[in-house]
C-alpha cells in the first residue's frame, strides 16, 4: 500500500486520481484551495479513512510546513511514498497576467518537489501543460515532446508567460531525477476535462451551460478557425497511473497525453448541441485572444511505448458523460 500525496486535489485530474487511489486500498493525502474547482468533486471519498483532505494553499509555506510534518510521521507506515502535483493556475484569462501564474505553477511547484525530496518520497509527477507548445503546436503526425519549441514572446502577447513557467517547471523535474534525488516524469496534457467541471470559462462547459441556458453560444473570433483535441480527466488519470507503475518511464522526462481526435470548436458546439436536443444552434462571436494556435495536436508515441496508456473516452462520450454530471 502506498501514500499518496496530491494538490490540487479537487481539480479535474485531482479528484479521479484520489478515487480511483482510495478505491484501490491506497492511502490518500490531498489539498486544494478551490481556486476552480469545489469540495464537492471528492463528496464521496471525504468520509473515507484512506483519503484526508485539508483545504490549504500550495504557497503557504506554514500550510506546506504542516503537510511535510505530517507525512514524514505516515510514511513509515507505507511501502512508498508518491507526489502528484495538479496544482496549478489553469484558465486563459490569467495567462496574461505574469504574477496570477508564477507563483503556484514555477514557485509552489519547486516548493513541493523540494518537499517530496526532503520527506524521502520515491516518486514525484509533475502536471505539466500542452501549452509549452506556444505557436508550434501541430505538425503532421502531431508536435512531440522533442521537438524544439517555438514560443511567442513578450513581443508578441504575454499569454506565453504562463507556458514558460510550465516549461520550467519539467527543468527541476529534469534536474531532480538527474542528480538522482527522486524518479518522476512531467505530463503535456492535451485540453483535459471533467463531468464535474466547476470552471464554465473552460470551453467545453461553457459551450454546455450556454446552451442550456440560452439555447446560443457566445465564442471568440479566434473560434471560427480554431481546432483542438480534448482529453477527458478519467484518461489523465489513467496516464498518471501508468507512469507511476513504468519504473522506466520516471527518467524525468516529458510525455504527451491526449487524443487524436480533433475537432473544431464550431463543430464541438454543434456536437453539444446535438446531444442536448438543439439542431442549429445560434453562434455569435465577439472579443480576440493575442497568440492563439489555431491547431494543437500532441503525438503520444512515446507514453504507448513506455506504458500501457490508451485513451479510453472519446469525444461524444465524454459529452454525455458531462451532461449527466449537470444533471446532478
Known sequence: MNLYVISGVTGMTGNELARRLVHSGNRVVGFDNFFASSIETVEDIIKDSQFTFYEYDLNSKEQMNQLKQEIVQLKQEYDKVIYINC???????????????FETNVLGMKDFLDQAIEVGAQIYINCSTSEVYSMNSWKEGGVSESDYIEMANAEHSQRTSYATGKLM????MKDAVNEKKIKGCSIRFANVYSKNELYPKHIIPHILNELKTKGS??????SKTNYRTFLHNEDSCDAVLALINSESALDGSVYNVATDEEISIIDLVKLCADKLGI????????????????????NT????????WRPRINLEQGIGMCLEGMKN
Open 279 to 298: 439542431r442549429e444552434p445560434e453562434i455569435t462571436f465577439k472579443g480576440y485572444r493575442e497568440s492563439d494556435p489555431t491547431r494543437r495536436l500532441l
Open 217 to 222: 453560444v457566445e465564442l471568440l473570433e479566434n
Open 169 to 172: 517547471t519539467e527543468f527541476f
Open 301 to 308: 508515441d512515446k507514453i504507448k511505448e513506455r506504458t500501457s
Open 87 to 101: 496544482a496549478a493556475v489553469v484558465h486563459t484569462e490569467h495567462f496574461y497576467y505574469v504574477h496570477r501564474t
